[in-house]
T-cell receptor
């Protein structure tokens, strides 16, 4: 089955620093990957759609300069949280699919804590 | 604008009985629906999906029903097991929309008691 690997699983960083999260599709190629954010006891909120070889598409209200997305290859998308602040602390999850009707596989998530 | 809604934040069921989780949507362009199971601090795990051309899809103990006219879908788990206890999210996508991005409901926390 499709496997999506996400690293790191948890990271603690100081306020003002940047953090990079990687999302890899291990056994399939994904032209599109998605980045979500989840606050405690809330739904998964889509942040952006990552497109291989082109710019990411951000959802309304998501700061593109703060959450930098790079989809450099068909198996790797990265999310960089720039100049992180405590309010950026959250659970970030990526997902990918071989095709839209093949089911979307999610990574294991990254718990970001900004202190 | 909450396009996918799960109005029950929690559900408690006795082991062996049926669990029914409900989901409503507002966007008539959605044509693919999925259910995910999620534990805290983990990514969602895919359970079952259904295309809008069907009204039922079954996989083992899990059955998803789709009522397009009512814009409603439900997930039936029978028989329920304690290991089914988790948060369940329904999600929907539309072919026209950015490669089919998934829109999630708020989730329903299922507790199956022995």
């Amino acid at each position: 089955g499709a496997v999506v690997s996400q690293h790191p699983s948890r990271v603690i960083c100081k306020s003002g620093t940047s953090v990079k999260i990687e999302c890899r599709s291990l056994d399939f190629q994904a032209t599109t990957m998605f980045w979500y954010r989840q606050f405690p006891k809330q739904s998964l909120m889509l942040m952006a759609t990552s497109n291989e070889g082109s710019k990411a598409t951000y959802e309304q209200g998501v700061e593109k300069d703060k959450f930098l997305i790079n989809h450099a290859s068909l198996t790797l998308s990265t999310l960089t949280v720039t100049s992180a602040h405590p309010e950026d602390s959250s659970f970030y999850i990526c997902s990918a699919a071989k095709g839209r009707l093949d089911g979307y596989t999610f990574g294991s998530g990254t718990r970001l804590t900004v202190v | 604008d909450q396009q996918v809604k799960q109005n029950s934040p929690s559900l408690s069921v006795q082991e062996g009985r049926i669990s029914i989780l409900n989901c409503d949507y507002t966007n008539s362009m959605f044509d693919y629906f999925l259910w995910y199971k999620k534990y805290p601090a983990e990514g969602p795990t895919f359970l079952i999906s259904i295309s809008s051309i069907k009204d039922k899809n079954e996989d083992g103990r899990f059955t998803v029903f789709l009522n397009k006219s009512a814009k409603h879908l439900s997930l039936h788990i029978v028989p329920s097991q304690p290991g089914d206890s988790a948060v369940y999210f329904c999600a929907a996508s539309a072919a026209y929309n950015q490669g089919g991005k998934l829109i999630f409901g708020q989730g329903t926390e299922l507790s199956v008691k022995p």
